[in-house]
């Protein structure tokens, strides 16, 4: 009796044929390390069904979907998405025929409702229209605020509705929510499940979502109960009630788990069979890791091949215009969004730029230096000397012989100078003396040898600059490289891994963006931030502080730019192989002082080149600054493209 109503349970709701499948997971394995989270496991998801993905926290699920859109590979096993494999050339999984909801919300907070959806719909190739019109069914549907309301201002399930307006806008063919429903009230909830079930009544959009709530998924068609990256069973929720003889869910799964535990049987190696039938049950004659009741192909079945010729694979890897463009112009409105960002992004390379000029290399002030006098006439030397000093940087404080030197021991004073009472007769006399001696001396002993007490060095006028460069001249041409480098290193770092940890990234991604399009964006909206940086410094350092420059202004704009794009090119490499900020801030901090001084940028007089003696880029050592610095870019571009190609 209880055999005859199961079957009688399959048959009605089962899915259509496998090759209706939207996707269909076989044998699939993922490790991050040496933590093994997907282990051979075999799902479908039916064509114009709701298939709930069940299981406790950090069984696996998130993984799977991840693996499922294309965001990250399967170390084993194959895995079909609306007929091809994810990221295949040519495929728009990732891309159009998907929405992708994530688990954590993955919006712009600076976005209002209308800019996140028009993003997206920039992405997926709508026109403005068309965009239009489904923001307004959106905002209707999901009851959203008005759509010029900013995302961190709305409330966290009002946010859960627009995350799932944006992964509903283009009319995927697949929809793929990771958690829609958690930390939502009931009302909602039963709003986005009633959603679902209406949307896949046309037979042409499948569903797959997972959710904590078990007793939700009974609105699904198909459930795939999963643990410990296995999935234990999969089918129509009342077969599987009815299988375990539960009245929940939840307490089917529950079964499930003890009797697996008490079999101990290791679940999912091999291809699922067809439907069961009336002599296969769980606890007697189901082949070993089989999940019960799956609705998957039969066993043996052979998996088509896939090709793609060189046209559509190229156009697979070449970065698509409009993607750029989308996300260039979301940087833009993001930044335009944020003015103290944005603001203290231009200024600080200023502030920094004008501290050096006004701190580094100048003359010392205020250094306390004892006097001790024992000349008392007005008029003797001691007293011009003193007043020739240079009474800015030495603050002279009159002292007695034993008070100076108690002084100078407490550490009150730098220094003393002293004066003997007859300090005035003594330099006259001595002064006599070398009149006389001197030309005597010299030319009657040394004869045709007196040059040889000349002074061994001779100062000519200078090649470049002036004669009385002084230290701040020499030192700032380094240090505006140094802050445009490591400006652009850690801005550019920080944004990604932070885009990256709120899911912003993967989301992109799963729209169809590319890493390659991620990071071209990056470095315009980047390259427009430099320019403003660079004017700005170059306006303090060359018209306030006049810092002499008898180059190529031109010359040393470009370098500097090459430099800025050198940092943004190493931040990308950081945060590609980097996931938190603060290792990310680690790495940017601790590549500072190695880089400053082995390249050269503090107190090299090359890296002024361009700027200061005048030389054109037929000098060698320009064109080879030059070649060096786009060298450095190229390599960085491509190690953060291959680090991200590898981590995915
Ligand atoms: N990037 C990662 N690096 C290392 N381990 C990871 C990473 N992401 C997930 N894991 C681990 O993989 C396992 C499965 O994680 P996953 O997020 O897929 O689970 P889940 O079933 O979605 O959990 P939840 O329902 O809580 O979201 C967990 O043990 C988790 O710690």
Same mark, same amino acid.
């Given at each position: 009796?209880?055999?005859?109503?199961?079957?009688?349970?399959?048959?009605?709701?089962?899915?259509?044929?496998?090759?209706?499948?939207?996707?269909?997971?076989?044998?699939?394995?993922?490790?991050?390390?040496?933590?093994?989270?997907?282990?051979?496991?075999?799902?479908?998801?039916?064509? =114009?069904?709701?298939?709930?993905?069940?299981?406790?926290? =950090?069984?696996?699920?998130?993984?799977?979907?991840?693996?499922?859109?294309?965001?990250?590979?399967?170390?084993?096993?194959?895995?079909?998405?609306? =007929?091809?494999?994810?990221?295949?050339?040519?495929?728009?999984?990732?891309?159009?025929?998907?929405?992708?909801?994530?688990?954590?919300?993955?919006?712009?907070?600076?976005?209002?409702?209308?800019?996140?959806?028009?993003?997206?719909?920039?992405?997926?190739?709508?026109?403005?229209?068309?965009?239009?019109?489904?923001?307004?069914?959106?905002?209707?549907?999901?009851?959203?605020?008005?759509?010029?309301?900013?995302?961190?201002?709305?409330?966290?399930?009002?946010?859960?509705?627009?995350?799932?307006?944006?992964?509903?806008?283009?009319?995927?063919?697949?929809?793929?929510?990771?958690?829609?429903?958690?930390?939502?009230?009931?009302?909602?909830?039963?709003?986005?499940?009633?959603?679902?079930?209406?949307?896949?009544?046309?037979?042409?959009?499948?569903?797959?979502?997972?959710?904590?709530?078990?007793?939700?998924?009974?609105? $699904?068609?198909?459930?795939?109960?999963?643990?410990? =990256?296995?999935?234990?069973?999969?089918?129509?929720?009342? $077969?599987?009630?009815?299988?375990?003889?539960?009245?929940?869910?939840?307490?089917?799964?529950?079964?499930?788990?003890?009797?697996?535990?008490?079999?101990?049987?290791?679940?999912?190696?091999?291809?699922?069979?067809?439907?069961?039938?009336?002599?296969?049950?769980?606890?007697?004659?189901?082949?070993?890791?089989?999940?019960?009741?799956?609705?998957?192909?039969?066993?043996?079945?052979?998996?088509?091949?896939?090709?793609?010729?060189?046209?559509?694979?190229?156009?697979?890897?070449?970065?698509?215009?409009?993607?750029?463009?989308?996300?260039?112009?979301?940087?833009?409105?993001?930044?335009?969004?944020?003015?103290?960002?944005?603001?203290?992004?231009?200024?600080?390379?200023?502030?920094?730029? !004008?501290?050096?000029?006004?701190?580094?290399?100048?003359?010392?002030?205020?250094?306390?230096?004892?006097?001790?006098?024992?000349?008392?006439?007005?008029?003797?030397?001691?007293?011009?000397?003193?007043?020739?000093?240079?009474?800015?940087?030495?603050?002279?404080?009159?002292?007695?012989?034993?008070?100076?030197?108690?002084?100078?021991?407490?550490?009150?004073?730098?220094?003393?100078?002293?004066?003997?009472?007859?300090?005035?007769?003594?330099?006259?006399?001595?002064?006599?003396?070398?009149?006389?001696?001197?030309?005597?001396?010299?030319?009657?002993?040394?004869?045709?040898?007196?040059?040889?007490?000349?002074?061994?060095?001779?100062?000519?006028?200078?090649?470049?600059?002036?004669?009385?460069?002084?230290?701040?001249?020499?030192?700032?041409?380094?240090?505006?490289?140094?802050?445009?480098?490591?400006?652009?290193?850690?801005?550019?770092?920080?944004?990604?891994?932070?885009?990256?940890?709120?899911?912003?990234?993967?989301?992109?991604?799963?729209?169809?963006?590319?890493?390659?399009?991620?990071?071209?964006?990056?470095?315009?909206?980047?390259?427009?931030?430099? !320019?403003?940086?660079?004017?700005?410094?170059?306006?303090?350092?060359?018209?306030?502080?006049?810092?002499?420059?008898?180059?190529?202004?031109?010359?040393?704009?470009?370098?500097?730019?090459?430099?800025?794009?050198?940092?943004?090119?190493?931040?990308?490499?950081?945060?590609?192989?980097?996931?938190?900020?603060?290792?990310?801030?680690?790495?940017?901090?601790?590549?500072?002082?190695?880089?400053?001084?082995?390249?050269?940028?503090?107190?090299?007089?090359?890296?002024?080149?361009?700027?200061?003696?005048?030389?054109?880029?037929?000098?060698?050592?320009?064109?080879?600054?030059?070649?060096?610095?786009?060298?450095?870019?190229?390599?960085?571009?491509?190690?953060?493209?291959?680090?991200?190609?590898?981590?995915?």
């Amino acid at each position: 009796m209880k055999e005859g109503n199961m079957k009688a349970d399959l048959e009605a709701p089962l899915p259509p044929a496998q090759s209706d499948s939207a996707i269909r997971c076989r044998d699939v394995c993922r490790s991050y390390g040496k933590l093994k989270v997907l282990s051979n496991l075999n799902l479908t998801v039916p064509q =114009g069904h709701i298939y709930g993905l069940l299981g406790p926290s =950090g069984c696996g699920k998130t993984t799977l979907l991840k693996c499922i859109v294309g965001t990250l590979k399967i170390s084993r096993g194959h895995i079909t998405v609306l =007929g091809k494999p994810p990221a295949f050339p040519g495929h728009e999984v990732p891309g159009k025929m998907v929405g992708y909801m994530p688990q954590d919300l993955a919006l712009y907070n600076e976005f209002n409702i209308s800019d996140t959806l028009t993003f997206f719909g920039r992405i997926h190739g709508l026109t403005q229209k068309e965009t239009q019109a489904r923001m307004n069914f959106l905002i209707d549907f999901l009851h959203l605020p008005q759509k010029h309301s900013l995302i961190r201002n709305l409330s966290g399930g009002q946010r859960r509705r627009v995350s799932l307006g944006a992964a509903l806008l283009q009319n995927p063919e697949l929809l793929i929510l990771d958690e829609p429903t958690v930390g939502v009230d009931p009302v909602l909830r039963a709003k986005i499940w009633q959603h679902l079930v209406e949307i896949v009544k046309t037979g042409k959009v499948s569903v797959i979502i997972t959710t904590h709530y078990i007793e939700e998924a009974r609105q $699904a068609n198909v459930v795939g109960l999963m643990r410990n =990256g296995h999935l234990l069973a999969e089918g129509p929720p009342d $077969a599987v009630m009815k299988q375990h003889s539960a009245t929940t869910l939840e307490h089917a799964f529950l079964q499930l788990c003890e009797t697996t535990d008490q079999n101990s049987i290791k679940p999912t190696s091999s291809p699922q069979s067809g439907p069961l039938d009336s002599s296969q049950s769980f606890e007697g004659g189901r082949e070993e890791n089989q999940p019960i009741l799956g609705v998957g192909p039969p066993a043996g079945e052979e998996l088509p091949r896939f090709s793609a010729n060189w046209k559509v694979q190229a156009r697979h890897i070449l970065p698509r215009g409009r993607n750029v463009a989308a996300l260039f112009i979301k940087t833009m409105l993001r930044m335009r969004r944020m003015p103290g960002s944005l603001c203290f992004q231009f200024l600080l390379p200023v502030i920094q730029t !004008s501290l050096i000029c006004l701190c580094v290399g100048g003359d010392p002030r205020g250094i306390q230096v004892a006097v001790v006098n024992n000349e008392t006439s007005p008029s003797a030397y001691s007293h011009s000397l003193l007043s020739f000093l240079d009474n800015s940087s030495i603050y002279q404080v009159p002292l007695s012989h034993k008070d100076a030197f108690e002084g100078v021991y407490n550490g009150d004073y730098w220094g003393v100078i002293g004066f003997g009472e007859n300090f005035t007769s003594y330099l006259t006399k001595r002064q006599l003396m070398v009149d006389h001696l001197k030309p005597a001396f010299v030319d009657n002993k040394m004869g045709s040898m007196s040059y040889l007490v000349a002074l061994p060095i001779k100062f000519e006028d200078p090649i470049y600059g002036s004669q009385n460069t002084d230290f701040t001249t020499f030192v700032t041409p380094g240090a505006v490289l140094s802050i445009t480098f490591y400006l652009a290193v850690g801005l550019t770092a920080l944004s990604f891994v932070l885009e990256r940890k709120e899911g912003l990234l993967d989301r992109c991604w799963v729209a169809g963006v590319s890493s390659v399009e991620t990071m071209l964006a990056h470095l315009f909206s980047q390259l427009i931030v430099i !320019s403003v940086q660079i004017s700005l410094m170059l306006l303090f350092i060359l018209l306030v502080f006049k810092t002499p420059n008898e180059g190529s202004l031109l010359l040393a704009i470009i370098l500097i730019v090459l430099q800025g794009m050198a940092g943004i090119s190493f931040g990308l490499v950081i945060s590609a192989a980097i996931d938190d900020e603060q290792s990310a801030n680690q790495a940017a901090l601790g590549i500072f002082y190695p880089n400053l001084i082995l390249s050269g940028k503090a107190g090299n007089p090359l890296t002024r080149l361009p700027v200061s003696p005048g030389w054109g880029l037929s000098r060698m050592m320009v064109w080879r600054g030059f070649a060096v610095t786009l060298g450095w870019n190229t390599f960085f571009l491509i190690l953060a493209t291959v680090i991200l190609k590898l981590r995915t």
